[in-house]
């Protein structure tokens, strides 16, 4: 694996507060990132930071192996799209569509037409005047045309509606599978997108708590579910994550099981089910006792 | 991972710095509407009901000294003067907008403030070649043929057609780079940094009226505006429109865009 963009140590304090915490990870090439996290746990300051747009307080950024910080050549081979992406004055779609090419030297033209059709962009319409989903539609559009090696995704969806965001869940899979390129979406939709990431990473006030291949981590924990006591004899003595509980029955989220579990837990008649890239997230970024098991993991 | 590997990672096309600039020229012309047909649609406009009222004045005015005192009063005409304060407003907008539009396109804010500066230099140049030719018809049809002024104004300066021009030019230079380091202060500080720096540019101006009255020096200044004469005075523009651009730049270099 070759890493597109290298972090590490980086921090970024704004007065007293603390952005980012000595977060360390690394974007690899072709490859689609979530970089998922709730609201204000720093998601767009660390893209801010990766693409030079904002500056670290310590640490270091390597973006093609350079610091990105006014380096055009690092930065011509980056398309960043913002949740609320602002436009020149006056700007119709179709002024958008025109000069993107002068900056991503593959953009797709032809692409881009048919993603216009796709989502029903108007394209002679003022940007002022477009719904909030058609104007999400444009940074989508945009950033997928523009095939740029590596494309950042800051919740480019406000507004749309679960179609149109179906539609950029399928052109996403398929234009990257014909287009390999390296892709970091960020949202806190994470069941919505789970099945699109391969890499995920989990920002939680500032410090990366999660930063896995998304198949390991859906290994991470399993549920055991089946009569109270059976489940109660069968987790004692692990680390238990949540515990839920309906009458008679029982249903425990743990950690990692061995093969050798897996079966034992058959044999006794529990039931496993795999866990939700969501609730993992969701587990892992409310409480601290939480937190101490997703580093562990 | 070792430094070898990250330097290999993907070979992109890496466009050179100067293609850069030049799309952000570009960027800024892809949509001329607000840039260059709506100021001269306007102009023309403002320039038609202005020969309308030179002919009312002409029709009503029929002795001769009632005549000169009209068309005196017209090189005094402000009727174009519109075009600066719009330049500087285009220029305010070239920033606050397009600046954090083409960052999220991996412009560097070294290309974006060099691109944008060259489409600050191209519309000055491109509106003062206009103004000259509309001076020099002016002035060879005796004021649109009422002995009237709109682009030999007395603040525009006097002088052959290439002194006109250079004026003009550097008039628009002014109004252009004081809006854009203007507009980068909004962007990297928003309004506190509005509010300080204008704060902080009245106590200058104070400072130095306080330090000539004290000083009894208006006469002094008042001979040097008479010895400098207009063109002097616009000359001079250059050294404040140097020192807007430079801000502007070093403002801009710190500056992160945010919503």
């Not at chain 1, 801010?48 to 904002?54: A, E, P, Y």
């Not at chain 1, 779609?93 to 881009?112: G, N």
Request: proline share 4%.
């Amino acid at each position: 694996m070759t890493a597109v963009v290298e972090v590490s140590d980086l921090s970024k304090r704004f007065g007293q507060f603390t952005a980012i915490d000595r977060a360390s990870f690394a974007i690899e090439e072709n490859t689609i990132h979530g970089l998922l996290g709730r609201n204000g746990a720093g998601k767009t300051t660390l893209m801010q930071l990766m693409t030079g747009q904002d500056f670290a307080s310590g640490g270091s950024i390597r973006l093609f192996g350079e610091n990105p910080v006014e380096n055009s050549r690092a930065l011509s081979g980056v398309c960043f799209i913002k949740e609320s992406q602002k436009y020149p004055e006056d700007f119709k779609a179709k002024h958008v569509l025109r000069s993107a090419p002068w900056f991503f030297p593959e953009w797709d033209a032809a692409y881009a037409e048919r993603l216009v059709a796709d989502f029903r962009l108007p394209l002679d319409r003022r940007i002022k005047k477009l719904s909030r989903g058609q104007l999400s539609a444009i940074g989508v559009i945009v950033g997928l045309a523009s095939r740029a090696p590596l494309t950042f995704f800051d919740e480019p969806y406000l507004g749309l509606d679960a179609v149109a965001r179906q539609i950029f869940y399928d052109r996403l899979l398929e234009d990257y599978a014909s287009h390999p390129r390296t892709i970091v979406l960020s949202t806190h939709l994470i069941d919505e997108v789970s099945a699109l990431l391969e890499r995920v990473i989990v920002v939680d006030e500032g410090r990366i708590v999660i930063d896995s291949s998304a198949e390991d981590l859906r290994g991470s924990a399993s549920i055991v579910a089946g009569p109270r006591a059976t489940v109660d004899a069968f987790v004692d003595g692990r680390d238990v994550l949540h515990r839920e509980q309906l009458g008679g029955l029982s249903s425990v989220t743990v950690a990692r099981l061995s093969e050798a579990e897996r079966s034992a837990a058959a044999r006794a008649g529990l039931e496993l089910a795999p866990v939700s890239l969501q609730q993992l997230i969701v587990r892992t970024t409310t409480s601290t006792s939480d937190k101490e098991w997703s580093q562990a993991s | 991972m070792t430094a070898a590997t990250l330097a290999e990672a993907s070979p992109h096309r890496r466009p050179s710095s100067g293609s850069r600039v030049l799309a952000v020229f570009r960027l800024h012309f892809v949509n001329p509407g607000t840039t260059i047909v709506i100021p001269w649609a306007i102009l023309a406009f403002i320039f038609i009901v202005n020969v309308a009222i030179w002919a009312l004045i002409f029709a009503a005015a029929t002795s001769p000294s009632d005549r000169a005192d009209a068309q005196e009063g017209t090189s005094w005409s402000g009727a174009a003067t519109f075009l600066f304060a719009y330049m500087s407003v285009v220029a305010v907008q070239a920033v606050n907008t397009t600046f954090p539009f083409a960052q999220g396109y991996g412009v560097t804010r070294r290309d974006f403030y060099l691109g944008s500066s060259l489409v600050f230099v191209a519309l000055s140049a491109m509106y003062a070649v206009g103004l000259t030719v509309l001076a020099e018809i002016e002035t060879a049809t005796d004021g649109w043929g009422f002995g009237a002024h709109m682009f030999t104004a007395v603040y525009y300066g006097d002088g052959p057609w290439f002194v006109r021009l250079g004026l003009f030019f550097a008039l628009f230079l002014f109004f252009f780079f004081l809006g854009a380091a203007f507009a980068t202060v909004f962007v990297r500080w928003k309004a506190i940094g509005m509010i300080v720096s204008f704060g902080a540019i009245t106590l200058v101006l104070l400072a130095a009226i306080a330090l000539v009255t004290l000083s009894d020096g208006w006469p002094a200044v008042g001979a040097w505006f008479g010895s400098t004469g207009i063109n002097g005075v616009i000359l001079w523009s250059l050294v404040p429109t140097a020192v807007a651009a430079v801000t502007g730049y070093l403002v801009l270099r710190g500056a992160t865009p945010r919503n």
